[in-house]
């Protein structure tokens, strides 16, 4: 098994991408929000890129519900913006939500080529690693970035995934790309105060700046869910 990690999604290969199982990590807040939004009864998400396709969508589908952000602001005419504590049961219980965000919907849109596509994050680091190395193929951990340009926090994350797999797949037998060695060293260097460096990145300190700041020491949080959600056909469920 062969893991690899790809910091934005501009340096994803075409090569083999078919034969890979996706990891597509958004900490700061997509896959975190998502993950929480399951975790409260969700029943599916769509991701889409623009908001307009969102908007088309429930044209057509009135019971969905449309959740995301643009700069990390709720964008206007959606119900529900991009931040965890938005998910809550009496929100998104037994619906169905059309997600859009300026970065994290756009690495999934690249990964849907995967022979598996799972979304990760801290919340679900431990549970996201088993399910991908159970596959025994080998892994590309896709970091949505921030627009086109490496998040620090997603790389973190991507590190923590790679030690976990490691130990999943016993680290005698698992290969490392360049990338990933990387990406665990950056990890290691800071998991001792993660919450810390997550509010300290450029995202963590935007995030604060115009009022989400609660949202940070909550995405920093390690396996606080045994969820897995996976994308099958433009949909995540």
Known sequence: MRVEVVKVPGGLGEAGRSEHVFVVVDVLRLCSTVLTAFANGCEAVVPVVEPAEAFALREARPELVLAGERDGLRIEGFALGNSPFEMTREAVGGRTLVACSTNGTKALVAAGAGAETLLGCFLNASAVSRRAAASGRDITVLCSGKLGMSALEDVACAG??????????????????????????????????????????????????????????????????????????????
Do not use: T, W
Request: one cysteine or more; charged letters at 20%.
């Open 160 to 237: 923590l995934l790679v030690e976990k797999l490691q130990a999943c797949g016993g680290r005698g037998r698992v290969e490392l790309g360049s990338g990933a060695d990387d990406a665990a060293a950056l990890y290691r260097a800071n998991a001792s105060d993660l919450g810390g460096f997550v509010a300290g990145v450029e995202h963590g300190r935007y995030l604060a700046r115009i009022g989400m700041g609660r949202d940070v020491p909550y995405c920093a949080q390690v396996d606080v869910f045994e969820l897995v959600p996976r994308l099958v056909g433009g949909v995540i469920h």
